[in-house]
């Protein structure tokens, strides 16, 4: 019974996802810069993000109140996809300059929830505690991503082009760290992550 439960849950897709347009051919002056390039929004993205501001009101809210108020739900992904789409173009991922408004090539799909019916009032409490596999997991991960990130900016230079098994790593590992993200600071789901970079 637990193995067919297991597999069931594998078969279905998590409700949160990320996917980034792939693209042939790459900009070999932009990506020689990209990291002076990337300055100027990583400074508004700092400026704008703060893990307290996104976790603890929505704490507090879904353990009192139990509502998540549309309009801060909306505010969160806002951020959270602006946030990928930087991540994305300092990471090579991308050539257009990231929009603050505009999704461009990065898709981000987080469902709103049913506070009363999706989520567990008490679950915020230690939803981060029980992240820590993955956020262990997704440290050693992210060390890969950087060292990716150096093989592919020589790539670039050289070719012109971001190898796409590469590129499909990279995107993976986004997609493992949004729903990670989701589940224990956005606190939009309590379904537990899954331990995949895959869709």
């Given at each position: ?171 993976g590992v986004l997609r493992w760290s949004l729903r990670v993200t989701a589940y224990a600071i956005l606190l939009t789901t309590d379904e537990y992550p899954p331990f995949r970079l895959?869709?």
């Amino acid at each position: 019974m637990c193995f067919w439960h297991y597999r069931a849950l594998m078969m279905n897709k998590y409700p949160v996802n990320l996917s980034i347009d792939y693209s042939e051919t790459s900009d070999k002056s932009t990506a020689f810069i990209r990291l002076i390039l990337v300055i100027p929004v990583l400074i508004v993205l700092g400026m704008l993000s703060s893990i307290g501001a996104l976790l603890f009101p929505v704490l507090l809210l879904i353990l009192f109140k139990q509502k998540y108020p549309k309009w801060w739900f909306d505010w969160n992904v806002a951020l959270t996809n602006f946030s990928l789409r930087v991540i994305a173009y300092g990471l090579l991922m991308r050539d257009e300059y990231p929009s603050s408004d505009e999704d461009q090539a990065v898709h981000v799909d987080i469902p709103y929830p049913d506070v009363e019916k999706d989520l567990d009032k008490w679950k915020p409490l230690y939803k981060w505690f029980l992240a820590i596999p993955h956020i262990i997991i997704l440290c050693f991960l992210e060390i890969g991503v950087v060292l990716c990130s150096v093989f592919v900016w020589f790539a670039i230079l050289f070719t012109g082009r971001y190898p796409k098994g590469v590129f499909d790593f990279v995107e993976g590992v986004l997609r493992w760290s949004l729903r990670v993200t989701a589940y224990a600071i956005l606190l939009t789901t309590d379904e537990y992550p899954p331990f995949r970079l895959g869709e």
